[in-house]
């Protein structure tokens, strides 16, 4: 019996012994793989830190390429729109200034006596080239001049007429009903006599042209030499504001070139501006009419605008107003 004791207690003695072993190599094993871990974490630690650092330099190298590359695109294409817009300039021309004119405003009219100067300008300097023919002498009663002026200046052209009884064609002098004589017989004598050039109808040149009032009084004030590389061939004017650069209109437009019948001084902007009013006028004579329709429909819809605030109020004041309450006891 004391043997099989002692064989049992020897037998859990080696069994706690090789427990203990077992733990504390365990305990080891676990202690060694933290340390290996932890060894190796920080060798990850440090190989991360350097792929961001890296990453970094790749980032801030990208951001400077890419600041670059952007530059580089702005700067090509400022140069490409500068050189697209010289292009454009030496196609179209050159863009026109904004000039104040009087009668730009909404409520504002025409300078009549400008537009008496303008018509002046034009027979003396531009009828020897251009034509008006959607314009009459009877358009100028009332506008420039009176019907009795208009009959005298009309007096002053002859105009083929007829046929008589004959049935011949007869010269008369002209009338309020007759329009502007064209300079020229054709198309072809014009050309003719221009070098090849054609010189445009001027009855809506300042709605035919772009910015036209604006561009008129440039293209006429704006000639000036050519600059360093620019030609011209013989027969042509360098004016920045024409198509192409070169215009076959010779400057008509020079100071003290016609005397005004008002005594006003007769500059080459002082001309230029009258007969741009002139033109304007012929292109749009009925700007004052329109002017004052809308001036009158404007004060109507206000006094009608009146109203109608004050039938809203009177129809909903007692509405809006009111005083609704509940009587829950009776």
């Not at 904004?98 to 300008?121: A, C, E, K, L, M």
């Not at 004052?288 to 004060?299: P, T």
């Amino acid at each position: 019996m004391a043997t099989r004791v002692r064989s049992t207690t020897g037998v859990v003695a080696r069994r706690l012994s090789r427990v203990v072993v077992f733990m504390q190599e365990k305990q080891a094993l676990r202690t060694c793989t933290t340390q290996s871990t932890t060894h190796h974490g920080l060798e990850l630690l440090q190989v991360m830190k350097c792929w961001q650092q890296e990453a970094g330099y790749k980032k801030i190298a990208g951001r400077g390429f890419r600041l670059l590359a952007l530059l580089g695109a702005g700067a090509t294409g400022m140069l490409g729109l500068s050189g697209l817009a010289y292009a454009d300039e030496a196609e179209h021309g050159l863009q026109s200034p904004s000039y104040p004119w009087t009668h730009n405003g909404i409520f504002s009219s025409y300078d009549h006596t400008s537009i008496r100067r303008g018509h002046q300008v034009f027979k003396q300097v531009c009828a020897a080239c251009h034509s008006m023919n959607l314009i009459a002498y009877r358009d100028l009663i009332g506008v420039a001049y009176t019907e009795d002026e208009v009959k005298e200046i009309a007096a002053e052209i002859e105009v083929q007429d007829g046929p008589n009884d004959e049935g011949e064609m007869f010269s008369r002098p002209g009338k309020p009903s007759d329009y502007f004589p064209a300079p020229y017989a054709n198309e072809q004598a014009a050309r003719f006599s221009n070098g090849g050039a054609y010189p445009p109808d001027l009855s809506l040149i300042c709605k035919a042209r772009h910015n036209g009032q604006n561009y008129v009084f440039a293209l006429l004030t704006g000639y000036r030499e050519p600059p360093a590389g620019v030609s011209v061939r013989e027969g042509l004017y360098y004016n920045p504001y024409f198509p192409g650069g070169a215009i076959a209109m010779p400057k008509v437009i020079n100071d003290g070139g016609i005397e005004f019948e008002d005594g006003t001084p007769a500059s080459a902007s002082q001309m230029a501006k009258d007969v741009v009013s002139f033109l304007t006028w012929a292109a749009e004579p009925e700007a004052d009419e329109r002017k004052l329709i809308g001036a009158k429909w404007i004060f109507v819809g206000c006094l009608l605008l009146f109203q109608v605030g004050h039938y809203k109020r009177w129809k909903w004041a007692p509405i809006k107003s009111r005083k609704l309450v509940l009587d829950v006891v009776n």
